[in-house]
């Protein structure tokens, strides 16, 4: 079997409690003028927000802020972030917060170093290149995306109904700042759909026909088990370190490309999803959840099934002497069984106020913009319907 493959992750990781000492110096290495981006305000509740403003007037840095990032990030906040920067001659960005605060960063730090509109580059007709972007530091707050180590993130278009993502080098993190306590405050919603992100970003890759290094699916089942160990903790006790600890680091290795290997298919669920979240605004992890369970029994058959036997048998202990249909059957019962009771995510559609009304539109541009057609089972813009359908 062919193994090549090519795996290059420089982020520097400071990871626990008091690291934001550190911030400072690691700000100065690329300049003095930095934009710092967050979401909401939850920050400044939780007094976040003061601890990263006095280490940059510490370290000398002026400082100029773009608040108020969504869910599911905007490109008019791409817009607005990479004027600013071009305007100010930013040195370098500093996103606070969860993923999406993340992934608007990635592209204002691209926008800034472009003369076009950064929504060219998510447009299938101008695809625009991203050789360089300003250098990135990131602080997290919310345990799901693993943008903090990748070099990825999704914007939306709510004008188009478009939800796109697209990973380049340049957009990779040079420092992120990993603290298991900033989570702390994270509701037990947040932290179950965060959960759902991070396994479905491991399920990408581990449910694969491409060839596999043993030692790659040790590692994605221990990611599995560890999530599903610690996500009913954190919920149970938001306060429980460990518990969080290992969320968050989770997160970034079940997308930071390491358990990619020399796997090259297309990913299947995150494209329909986006889909989901760009027509309903819903949360991301949310959408995968409901989604996951009925692509894993839809993509069910006498070709996928080992797959499926062996999550069964590695992450779930069923008994191996069973049959392999039923071992299979019994693994996407519990996933089902953790996602919907054990953490308490809505099981369905219908559940969220989503009908079938843009399935068709959807299940057609998830195809087209996510090439899903080459992910675990091939799935053609009907099979994609036919799994909404199944959703609701």
Same mark, same amino acid.
């Given at each position: 079997?062919?193994?090549?493959?090519?795996?290059?992750?420089?982020?520097?990781?400071?990871?626990?409690?008091?690291?934001?000492?550190?911030?400072?110096?690691?700000?100065?290495?690329?300049?003095?003028?930095?934009?710092?981006?967050?979401?909401?305000?939850?920050?400044?509740?939780?007094?976040?927000?003061?601890?990263?403003?006095?280490?940059?007037?510490?370290?000398?840095?002026?400082?100029?802020?773009?608040?108020?990032?969504?869910?599911?990030?905007?490109?008019?906040?791409?817009?607005?972030?990479?004027?600013?920067?071009?305007?100010?001659?930013?040195?370098?960005?500093?996103?606070?917060?969860?993923?999406?605060?993340?992934?608007?960063?990635?592209?204002?730090?691209?926008?800034?170093?472009?003369?076009?509109?950064?929504?060219?580059?998510?447009?299938?007709?101008?695809?625009?290149?991203?050789?360089?972007?300003?250098?990135?530091?990131?602080?997290?707050?919310?345990?799901?995306?693993?943008?903090?180590?990748?070099?990825?993130?999704?914007?939306?278009?709510?004008?188009?109904?478009?939800?796109?993502?697209?990973?380049?080098?340049?957009?990779?993190?040079?420092?992120?700042?990993?603290?298991?306590?900033?989570?702390?405050?994270?509701?037990?919603?947040?932290?179950?759909?965060?959960?759902?992100?991070?396994?479905?970003?491991?399920?990408?890759?581990?449910?694969?026909?491409?060839?596999?290094?043993?030692?790659?699916?040790?590692?994605?089942?221990?990611?599995?088990?560890?999530?599903?160990?610690?996500?009913?903790?954190?919920?149970?006790?938001?306060?429980?370190? #460990?518990?969080?600890?290992?969320? @968050?680091? !989770?997160?970034?290795?079940? &997308?930071?490309?390491?358990? +990619? $290997?020399? %796997?090259?298919?297309?990913?299947?669920?995150?494209?329909?999803?986006?889909?989901?979240?760009?027509?309903?605004?819903?949360?991301?992890?949310?959408?995968?959840?409901?989604?996951?369970?009925?692509?894993?029994?839809?993509?069910?058959?006498?070709?996928?099934?080992?797959?499926?036997?062996?999550?069964?048998?590695?992450?779930?202990?069923?008994?191996?002497?069973?049959?392999?249909?039923?071992?299979?059957?019994?693994?996407?019962?519990?996933?089902?069984?953790?996602?919907?009771?054990?953490?308490?995510?809505?099981?369905?559609?219908?559940?969220?106020?989503?009908? #079938?009304?843009?399935?068709?539109? @959807?299940? !057609?541009?998830?195809?087209? &913009?996510?090439?899903?057609? +080459? $992910?675990? %089972?091939?799935?053609?813009?009907?099979?994609?319907?036919?799994?909404?359908?199944?959703?609701?």
């Amino acid at each position: 079997m062919n193994h090549d493959f090519i795996y290059d992750i420089p982020v520097r990781i400071y990871f626990g409690v008091n690291q934001l000492s550190h911030l400072g110096d690691e700000l100065t290495k690329y300049g003095k003028k930095v934009l710092l981006a967050y979401g909401g305000g939850s920050i400044k509740k939780t007094g976040l927000y003061d601890k990263v403003i006095a280490e940059m007037k510490k370290a000398g840095i002026t400082i100029f802020e773009l608040g108020g990032i969504d869910p599911n990030p905007r490109i008019d906040s791409v817009r607005a972030g990479g004027e600013l920067c071009k305007k100010e001659k930013i040195d370098a960005v500093l996103a606070v917060g969860g993923g999406s605060t993340l992934d608007c960063a990635k592209y204002i730090a691209a926008a800034a170093c472009y003369d076009g509109d950064p929504w060219d580059f998510f447009d299938q007709d101008v695809w625009a290149p991203i050789p360089r972007a300003l250098p990135l530091l990131t602080v997290l707050t919310l345990s799901a995306t693993g943008s903090e180590m990748d070099c990825g993130g999704v914007i939306t278009n709510t004008e188009t109904n478009d939800k796109i993502g697209r990973m380049e080098p340049a957009l990779l993190p040079k420092v992120s700042f990993l603290d298991p306590s900033n989570t702390y405050t994270v509701s037990a919603y947040q932290t179950a759909c965060g959960a759902a992100d991070i396994l479905s970003h491991i399920f990408e890759v581990y449910f694969s026909t491409d060839n596999d290094l043993y030692m790659l699916d040790c590692m994605a089942e221990g990611l599995i088990k560890t999530v599903i160990k610690y996500t009913p903790v954190a919920i149970r006790n938001p306060n429980d370190y #460990d518990a969080r600890a290992n969320l @968050m680091w !989770a997160s970034s290795w079940a &997308i930071n490309g390491f358990l +990619n $290997g020399c %796997k090259k298919q297309a990913w299947s669920c995150h494209p329909m999803e986006h889909e989901l979240s760009a027509f309903y605004d819903i949360t991301h992890g949310l959408g995968l959840a409901i989604l996951t369970p009925r692509w894993m029994r839809y993509t069910l058959d006498e070709t996928t099934l080992p797959k499926y036997k062996q999550f069964g048998i590695n992450v779930f202990g069923i008994d191996p002497t069973l049959p392999d249909r039923e071992i299979a059957e019994t693994a996407i019962d519990k996933l089902s069984e953790f996602l919907f009771e054990t953490i308490g995510l809505k099981s369905t559609l219908s559940e969220i106020g989503i009908t #079938d009304e843009h399935f068709a539109v @959807m299940a !057609a541009k998830a195809e087209r &913009i996510g090439n899903t057609v +080459n $992910g675990f %089972k091939p799935l053609k813009a009907a099979d994609i319907e036919a799994i909404y359908r199944m959703c609701l």
